[in-house]
Structures are given as structure tokens and as C-alpha cells.
């Protein structure tokens, strides 16, 4: 059995009409492992930035669009940026910076706060040349990074929501894994965003369908985040068996860098040959992607190989 039939790096959307809610169910195996075993990360790291790539996927794939949906983290901690890209169908990567020093002070224990320390989370959805960017910003207020996606929906988008994040290896030094869930408060019969302020429901009704939908969703367990076992299809039915969930396909997740030596050498080519002769070392301009790590070597005189 693949990966794929396992039921990882694919997502499952599913929808609960008799409690006006609507979520994700997202793993991550492989595709994952790829993007975190590019680099050197240590594992505080690692974990955080496949929640931030969770969450990429649950927002990205929640929206339809065409184009890219990006998550990032910026702030004054040990680990200063996370970046995370969902680009339509369902192609990943992401990368961080840190201080990797300051991580070993801290030890294998810090929590969520005194990895980030203060700062933002931004969520970017970009169409391409032709159209204008989205962009929400929250700050990064909360004890992991579940929390800080549920204020940006509730302080940005006015949507109640429940997210739950979870990744892990699959044994001691083993390959990474990695499990979202995100479950939404709807206007009763209605498949597309809430329109009250604030986020606040309109009615006693509603707060019920809802406080229900959270509660269930609340009971799902690590290893139902990360699999392989339950399959996703018996996790919703496990939640919500009793109010007829529906489900529904969508692509498989890949890796999918969008780095590329002709890209490069166009970012190159607009700066003058003095400057290009600076950049060069031992007769060479390297340029590293930040987030697949590929190496790329250019003659400054002619931007080639």
C-alpha cells in the first residue's frame, strides 16, 4: 500500500449541515519529510514550521482560487520567520530562519512562546501580476500556532473556528509526519463565509449548533491528527457519525518549489555587471534556494552557467 492509499498528503474537506459547519482534515507524510529534510532544522523547528505548512493547506485549500496562499511568521524570538506556501492545486514548500544557538539555551522543551517571542502572522493570497493582493495580519498571541490561526479568523475574517495542529516523527529519528483539523461556524444553510460582526452569532440556536460542532471536533486525539491510521474518512465519521457528515475528494499534495536557474538569472540580469562582480565568489554568483536548499552557479559577466 502507498502512501497515497495510507491516506497521506491529501486532504479531506467535509461538511455538517445539521450544525452549519464546514472543515479540513489534512496529513502529511512524505511530502512533508521532503521539504523539512532539505535542511539541517533542528527538531523545535521541524515541528513548527509542518504546523505552519498545516496551516497553509487548511486555509489555502479551503479558498478557491488560483494562485498561491502563504503563511508566515515573523517575530523577535529564537525562531524569527517561518514561511509556508500552499499554491493551487495542492503543491508545498516552506523554510525558517533561526538562531540555532539560542534554540540549544532553551532546550528541547521550550514552548511555542519562547520559540517565536513577539510578532505577527500573515496570510497572503496571491493571484499572480493581474490582480491585488489579500493580506491579513494578527499577532502572534497565543500558546501554539492553532490559537494564533483561530484570531486571525476571528479578528479577521469574523468566522468562529476551531483549528487543531499536530506533528511528530514517526519514530525516534524517523521520517516527519504531520495533522491538521479546522472546523467553521456558517450561517444556517449557507456554504460560504459568515457575514455578523465580530463574530459573534446571531441567535442561541446558532451558538448551539456551533459549541456543539467545536466540542466534537475538540475530542480528536494526536494520533487521529497524524495517521496513517484511522483513515481520514473514519475520523469525520468518528466526530460527527451522529449528524451526517458529508465528505468530499480533492487533489493529492505535492512538494513544488517554484525556484528555477531561469528565474534566477532574470533577477540577476537587472543588476549592473559592477554589482554582479561583487556578488561573485571565486569567479561565481551561488545563489541557494531558501526553501528546497538547490544550489544554482552563474558566470557574472553573462548571468549563465
Not at 524570538?77 to 533561526?98: C, E, H, K, N, W
Not at 491579513?136 to 501554539?144: K, S
Not at 466540542?215 to 460527527?240: F, Q
Request: aromatic share 8%; hydrophobic share 40%.
Amino acid at each position: 500500500m502507498n502512501d497515497n492509499e495510507k491516506g497521506l498528503d491529501r486532504v479531506l474537506p467535509f461538511q455538517i449541515d445539521a450544525l452549519d459547519a464546514r472543515g479540513r482534515l489534512v496529513r502529511l507524510g512524505p511530502v512533508v519529510d521532503t521539504i523539512l529534510s532539505r535542511h539541517d532544522y533542528p527538531d523545535a523547528v521541524s515541528r513548527l514550521l509542518a504546523e505552519a505548512i498545516l496551516v497553509a493547506v487548511l486555509l489555502g485549500n479551503s479558498v478557491k482560487f488560483d494562485g498561491t496562499f502563504t503563511v508566515q511568521t515573523k517575530s523577535d524570538g529564537p525562531l524569527s520567520l517561518m514561511v509556508a506556501d500552499f499554491t493551487t492545486p495542492g503543491a508545498l514548500r516552506g523554510y525558517a530562519q533561526f538562531d540555532r544557538e539560542a534554540l540549544e539555551v532553551l532546550g528541547p522543551d521550550a514552548s511555542f512562546t519562547q520559540l517565536v517571542g513577539k510578532g505577527y502572522l500573515a496570510m497572503t493570497l496571491d493571484q499572480g501580476p493581474e490582480t491585488d493582493r489579500y493580506q491579513g495580519i494578527v499577532a502572534l498571541e497565543g500558546d501554539n500556532l492553532a490559537e494564533c490561526a483561530e484570531a486571525y479568523f476571528r479578528d479577521s475574517e469574523q468566522i468562529p473556528t476551531l483549528v487543531r495542529l499536530a506533528s511528530r516523527r514517526a519514530w525516534p529519528d524517523g521520517p516527519w509526519l504531520a495533522g491538521g483539523l479546522m472546523i467553521q461556524h456558517l450561517p444556517h444553510g449557507s456554504a460560504g463565509p459568515r457575514a455578523d460582526f465580530g463574530g459573534h452569532l446571531p441567535n442561541a440556536v446558532d451558538e448551539d449548533r456551533w459549541m456543539n460542532a467545536r466540542s466534537k471536533a475538540a475530542t480528536i486525539s494526536v494520533d487521529e491528527l497524524v495517521g496513517p491510521e484511522p483513515r481520514m474518512e473514519e475520523v469525520a465519521w468518528r466526530l460527527y457519525h451522529e449528524d451526517d457528515v458529508r465528505v468530499y475528494p480533492t487533489p493529492l499534495l505535492s512538494v513544488g518549489c517554484r525556484c528555477s536557474r531561469e528565474r534566477i538569472a532574470g533577477v540577476l540580469a537587472q543588476f549592473s555587471p559592477e554589482d554582479r562582480a561583487d556578488m561573485a565568489v571565486d569567479g561565481k554568483i551561488l545563489v541557494t534556494c531558501e526553501f528546497c536548499n538547490a544550489g544554482f552557479a552563474f558566470d557574472p559577466e553573462t548571468v549563465e552557467a
